[in-house]
């Protein structure tokens, strides 16, 4: 069974194609676009659908649209403007034609008349069960509910979701057992964290979406004198899983807004500090409640608020469950893998989970194809003989070098395959790859470190492949590591295993084995005003017009300033 899932509602347009349980292809449909500076969420319907992530998709798996069984859309516009409450018991349906269709974004409804003649979509659109694709519409934070569940080791499971807004809630409580997914309370969406910390993110002169990592980054340097003030806005009904935010002025309690560009205040930080005390005291009084109330052992999560790992960590360390799983696709393009593993898992009443390893799922390219392309462009390259040796030697040497291998990764956070990466050991490397991605000076730069050494680096050490949380730097060694370890004594830690990263562990155990320390700055290979390098001439454009020292693109090597790549 196919199902193709798609999200196209807010920002974050995504496409994904599911094969009887098993992710094949998905890809956003910003990582297909160039970035648009400044460009801020918006968590209003529009019509931004992923018209070329869902062509790549389908070209991916060699099949046309009439091939896909099931469109699972992460979005239902007919909850919007209702009084329909989320049914106890969630499941994908296929609305009436008439309301649907009027109900789409102006952009989906371009896409379907370019892909299916009317007539078949009618036929789809009004359920007729004998046309394909038939379609579904999936409560939004269904959806992000599925995204935590369903790619989340566990069969039996607590799940909590939140996020800025679905069509009627911004939070919801729910929980999975075998291949049932049961709510059992949600908060409306008129409270929502998701939105306060939008809210904050601009009085504090951010872009919501990309900003929101600078506040929590500013909230290592600040005190939490604001935490009263934000006790007042936020308001949770004790031994419940209600809670309210108020919408007043920001600038009556926490001071005037910071006018964009201007210099960070010691107010500020402490603002951004007291911001995240608040979510943190928060959400996990709310997983407490939900531990309480449905008794179980293990916690998923999903929704944009889980981006956050600062709050992903308090969570963890407050010790309520023997397992926690934060969905490596916890945003709103996760929506349309949600809703594609919800219908697909619905259907054909599958109790096995499509447990995801990594989310290495978008473009890959051969060899020969990056080979074909740097002869046309005219660029002097190498092929050493073991790309992992040859990069190491140049990042301990102190270049930053850019990293374009296999399959790009879905999702927020690149984890092994789009990356930039510097060595830890040198001070002066954090600073070499803010200035390349255009990050504040503020903000951390997350580090890869060997699956098998986290424990000798960090403390508390547990498994953490999707980057979703932070680990204090073991004191003794914080000297060796001072690029990685952030002002407050932390690092946001991604832990590499050989079995699903094997070119990536294979860089970070070479540099370790000339360095002694088995750790790499990485960051999105994404440089100052671009998006995520998708495609080898992506990653060619970035690397000339940057200051980036050297690019391994495939088992390539192109070096600024030589003529060949020597091993």
């Known amino acids: 069974m196919l199902t193709l899932g798609v999200t196209g509602a807010f920002h974050e347009p995504a496409a994904v194609l599911v094969e009887d349980g098993h992710i094949v292809a998905a890809l956003e449909g910003g990582d297909v676009r160039r970035r648009s500076e400044g460009a801020a969420v918006v968590h209003e319907p529009g019509p931004a659908w992923p018209a070329a992530s869902v062509s790549w998709c389908l ?79 999936v409560a939004h934070q269904q959806a992000h509910a599925a995204a935590a569940y369903l790619t989340s080791p566990f069969d039996n499971a607590a799940i909590l979701c939140v996020n800025a807004r679905g069509e009627q809630a911004s939070t919801t409580y729910g929980l999975g057992r075998g291949f049932a997914i049961e709510t059992i309370g949600k908060v409306d969406a008129a409270h929502s964290l998701g939105l306060l910390f939008e809210r904050v993110t601009r009085h504090l002169g951010f872009v919501p979406g990309p900003g929101e990592d600078k506040v929590s980054a500013l909230a290592a340097g600040g005190k939490p004198r604001f935490r009263e003030a934000f006790r007042d806005i936020v308001i949770r009904a004790p031994h419940t899983a209600q809670y309210t935010v108020a919408a007043e002025e920001l600038g009556e309690r926490l001071g005037p807004p910071r006018t964009p560009g201007t210099p960070i205040e010691a107010r500020h930080e402490d603002i951004a500090c007291s ?224 079995a699903v990263q094997p070119l990536f562990h294979d860089v970070i155990e070479a540099f370790g084995a000339l360095t002694g320390v088995p750790i790499l700055l990485s960051a999105d290979f994404a440089t100052r005003g671009r998006m995520r390098a998708c495609s080898p001439a992506d990653a060619i454009e970035a690397y000339t017009s940057s200051p980036l020292d050297a690019l391994a693109l495939g088992p390539f090597l192109l070096e600024k300033g030589r003529s060949t790549t020597p091993p």
């Open 59 to 137: 070209a991916r798996r060699g099949i046309a649209l009439s091939d896909v069984d099931h469109i699972a859309y992460g979005w239902d516009p007919m909850l919007v403007g209702t009084s329909a409450t989320v049914p106890e018991q969630m499941s994908a349906r296929a609305p009436a034609k008439e309301s649907w269709w009027a109900a789409l974004p102006l952009g989906a409804i371009d896409w379907v008349r370019h892909c299916v003649d009317m007539r078949s979509a009618e036929a789809n659109l009004s359920n007729d069960t004998l046309s394909r694709p038939v379609w579904h519409a």
């Open 275 to 498: 911001l995240q005390e608040c979510l943190n005291e928060t959400v996990v009084g709310l997983a407490d409640w939900l531990k309480h109330q449905t008794g179980a052992r293990h916690l998923t999560a999903a929704g944009g608020v889980f981006r956050n790992a600062l709050l992903n960590s308090a969570l963890r360390d407050a010790g309520l469950f023997e397992g926690l799983w934060i969905s490596p696709v916890a945003g709103a393009s996760g929506t349309a893998v949600g809703a594609a593993l919800w219908v697909d898992h619905t259907l054909r009443r599958s109790v096995a989970h499509a447990t995801v390893e990594h989310t290495c799922w978008g473009p890959q390219f051969t060899a020969e194809e990056i080979e074909a392309l740097l002869a046309r462009a005219h660029l002097a390259y190498g092929r050493p003989p073991a790309i992992t040796v040859a990069v190491a030697a140049r990042l301990a040497s102190g270049k930053t070098v850019g990293w374009f291998q296999g399959a790009m990764e879905f999702g927020r956070e690149a984890l092994g395959s789009r990356l930039v990466l510097a060595a830890p050991t040198i001070p002066t490397m954090a600073g070499a790859l803010t200035d390349l991605t255009g990050r504040e000076g503020f903000e951390p730069v997350a580090c890869a470190v060997a699956a098998t050494a986290v424990g000798d680096w960090f403390e508390d050490a547990r498994a953490a492949p999707f980057r979703s949380f932070v680990a204090r730097v073991r004191s003794d060694k914080r000297p060796r590591i001072p690029a990685a370890t952030h002002i407050d004594g932390t690092a946001r830690v991604q832990t590499v295993g050989r």
